[in-house]
């Protein structure tokens, strides 16, 4: 705004207010340069046509006076509409005056605010309007910058408020206190924070320096004050750490940075700082050491490393195991790439830097097993791993790992391959499995036997390939498996085509981390079946074959006695026909008769039953037998005998429940021990000649059978092989009786011993289970 041009707004309407004739404003020459001179633009107009105009209203819209005397004021003004002059319009005339703001147009099309105020005159019966326009663009750009300070202003205090907060809560969230000591009398001020670092509530007492060395550590108080010594002459900053004691006596740990302000003389005056709880930061200092101590341990005890290659040095950085896998000590080396690619296995180099340089294109980590030749010229296998790093351009510039010596572990892998090769060549078929009979590993054997894949295998089950263990009947074997720990069971494989195995399976129990397993090898026994079986129908027509010759021994006595009974039904017959001749047949006496001969044919027909029985050649079959008829057949078999040599025979049979027992095997048994007793008394004086039989339960699970002779006995020479077979001491005997009577007793669970304590005499010993168990058949 310039000097010349501020002739105020009021001062312009006075000087118009005089100028009642718009004629003498145009002629005077007076009122010309008045109004020329005013800064604002000045317009005389009847209703929107001007009439009169001032230079400056020329100058500021950029017409001549001529043009803007011949213009309305709607062409130079575009700030208001229709309507809205229409309504000024009216409040002017009403009020006589009007001030307000518009937009006028210069000549060039430029636009520029005014504010315009007019008034309204009557001349010479004619109303006239005057109006003042001020040019107002400074002044709208004047508070539009107003405004905009305002508004940055707003925004700093904002932002100063926003800061005050973060600040305070950084303070508080960081645990960080300001304080303030005047070094002339130790006083100053503190933060409410300072208060909490020290375990107290704000304001509690008097904030001075001596109250902070009273809670202060003494050993670290001392160390702080000869480092604010030195700082205030060096006029450095304070940065340290020191212990505080809590009310409670527990202790606590802060920080101190601090500088000292200083007066125009360079005294020192005051000192500014803040306290920061580090207590955290401490623990998580002592947590972070602890736990680099076990990683060192970690590191140690698995034999590990670490290492860092600096690409651009070629320098590899090493912990001190790292170097002892490559045979060297800390002090012999400085590790390079180099000298790392110089130990690689001359067979393994190429898959190294390959993998090394493919994991630096792929930016991701390669893990790697190989061979490396130690200082010492020993080949290790190690196991690295590693990733490397790059720099904002993408560039590679560093590359961290580990490495681990798993020599010992290869060796236990090739180990366990030869084992495993072990295990797949072995003659038999061999199975692991848990204990609900899946099957978690198999050996190649089980799988060329049964016609399936190793895979196939090891998604089954035991019940899948047996046909005599379903799996409840899987489940009782486990269960007695698992009281024994061993266990030998006989069953039944089924190959994939059906066709059937028989199998002899040796199981155990054992736990492998805390889990127990079964391994079971299952032994083809299909050939030694046959074997059995052929050796069972050899055995039972050697046995038929003993029988026979036992049968022809007592022929004699057999004969006798069968003439007995036959000499009575040929002399009743004899009678009875005499009596039916008669003219007077006794019909009592033909009864008598008549009964006579058909109890002597039944006794007959018994012993040859007895005979037949003993001598038939039939398989074995067990059934539920009392053992007591048996004894007592077997001396009615050889009752014949015994009288024909004067044998007295004694029988104490205890009461036996009746046991599953193969009747003729267990006869032909006790035939054989009596027929034997029978020749040993054959020498012994008649009236000293004993046979004893006799049965003792002695337990719940025992039965023994006792046949007692009181011939001369046995001696021990002749005891020593009494059960071998071919060994008689009989003139004429085989010397298969025993050996037989022994394995029939043994096939049925019990044994057949010779009881030495007897004297004078000999006496054998059957013993056998209350539990009869089924075998496969008598051995040879």
Not at 492 to 499: E, F, L, T
Not at 683 to 712: F, Y
Not at 713 to 730: D, H, L, M, T, Y
Request: hydrophobic letters at 40%.
């Amino acid at each position: 705004m310039h000097p010349e041009n501020s002739c105020s707004l009021s001062i312009d309407w006075e000087v118009i207010q005089g100028m009642t004739d718009i004629g003498w404003v145009k002629n005077s020459e007076v009122a010309k340069l008045t109004i020329d001179h005013c800064r604002d633009a000045i317009f005389w107009h009847r209703g929107t046509r001007i009439v009169y105009v001032n230079e400056q209203a020329c100058r500021s819209l950029g017409y001549s006076r001529d043009e803007l005397e011949s213009m309305t004021l709607d062409e130079i003004d575009d700030g208001l509409s229709p309507s809205e002059k229409r309504d000024l319009m009216g409040r002017i005339l009403q009020n006589g005056s009007g001030i307000f703001e518009t937009i006028n147009v210069r000549k060039d099309g430029s636009r520029f605010p005014v504010e315009l105020s007019v008034t309204v005159h009557r001349i010479g019966g004619e109303m006239l309007f005057c109006g003042i326009a001020r040019d107002i663009t400074e002044r709208r750009a004047s508070e539009e910058q107003l405004r905009r300070s305002q508004h940055a202003l707003e925004q700093k205090i904002r932002e100063l408020r926003a800061a005050e907060s973060r600040y305070n809560l950084a303070i508080e969230g960081g645990r960080l206190g300001t304080f303030e000591w005047i070094l002339s009398d130790g006083g100053g001020c503190v933060s409410d924070s300072v208060f909490r670092i020290f375990g107290r509530q704000p304001g509690v007492l008097r904030p001075t320096y001596r109250a902070f060395a009273e809670h202060a550590h003494p050993h670290d108080l001392k160390r702080l004050e000869r480092v604010f010594g030195v700082a205030q002459k060096m006029r450095r900053p304070v940065s340290q750490e020191a212990r505080i004691f809590w009310p409670d006596g527990s202790m606590h740990w802060i920080e101190i940075r601090a500088r000292f302000a200083y007066d125009d003389f360079g005294q020192p005056v005051r000192l500014d700082g803040v306290m920061i709880d580090i207590d955290e930061k401490k623990t998580a200092q002592a947590r972070l050491q602890s736990s680099e101590q076990a990683l060192k341990l970690a590191l140690d005890a698995g034999e590990m490393g670490t290492w860092e290659w600096n690409l651009q040095t070629d320098y590899v950085e090493c912990s001190d195991h790292a170097l002892r896998i490559f045979g060297y000590t800390v002090d012999q080396i400085i590790p390079t790439f180099q000298i790392f690619q110089n130990h690689l296995h001359p067979d393994d180099r190429s898959l190294v830097l390959n993998t090394l340089a493919e994991s630096r294109e792929r930016r991701r980590e390669h893990h790697l097993e190989h061979r490396i030749i130690t200082a010492g010229g020993e080949v290790r296998w190690i196991e690295a791993r590693g990733r490397f790093q790059y720099d904002v351009r993408g560039h590679a510039i560093r590359m961290r790992g580990v490495v681990l010596d798993i020599t010992r572990r290869k060796n236990a892998e090739e180990e366990l391959e030869l084992r495993r090769f072990a295990v797949d060549v072995a003659a038999e078929a061999l199975f692991t499995l848990t204990l609900d009979g899946r099957f978690i590993d198999v050996n190649q054997v089980a799988c060329q036997r049964l016609g399936y894949d190793r895979e196939e295998l090891l998604r089954m089950s035991v019940p899948d390939i047996s046909a005599s263990h379903s799996a409840e009947r899987f489940r009782e074997h486990m269960e007695i498996l698992r009281a024994e720990r061993v266990r030998v069971i006989p069953g039944i494989h089924r190959r994939r085509d059906g066709s059937l195995i028989d199998v002899e399976i040796s199981a155990r129990i054992f736990e492998y981390q805390g889990q127990e397993y079964i391994c079971a090898t299952a032994r083809d026994i299909t050939k030694l079946k046959r074997a059995e079986e052929k050796q069972r129908e050899l055995d039972q027509q050697l046995a038929h074959m003993n029988r026979l010759a036992g049968l022809g021994e007592m022929a004699g006595t057999i004969a006798h006695e069968l003439n007995q009974p036959l000499a009575v039904i040929a002399n009743g017959a004899s009678l009875l026909q005499n009596c039916l001749e008669s003219e007077n047949p006794n019909r009592a006496e033909i009864a008598e008769l008549s009964e006579l001969v058909s109890e002597q044919a039944v006794v007959a027909g018994e012993i040859v039953r007895r005979m037949r029985g003993f001598c038939l050649n039939k398989p074995p079959q067990r059934a539920s037998v009392d053992l007591g008829e048996v004894i007592e057949e077997s001396v009615q078999l050889l009752r014949p005998a015994l009288r024909h040599a004067s044998i007295n025979v004694l029988m104490e049979l205890d009461p036996i429940a009746d046991m599953m027992v193969d009747r003729v095997q267990i006869q032909q048994v006790l035939v054989n021990l009596i027929h034997n007793a029978i020749d040993s008394m054959m020498n012994s004086p008649s009236d000293q000649r004993q046979l004893s039989v006799s049965t003792v339960c002695d337990s719940e699970l025992t039965v023994r059978i006792i046949v007692a002779d009181s011939g001369p006995g046995i001696s021990p020479e002749q005891a020593e092989r009494i059960f071998v077979p071919f060994a008689s001491s009989k003139l004429n005997g085989m010397g298969m009786g025993l050996p037989i009577s022994r394995s029939i007793i043994e096939a049925h669970g019990g044994r057949l011993i010779l009881d030495r304590t007897v004297s004078p005499g000999a006496a054998f010993c059957i013993e056998l289970p209350r539990d009869v168990p089924v075998q496969k058949g008598s051995a040879s």
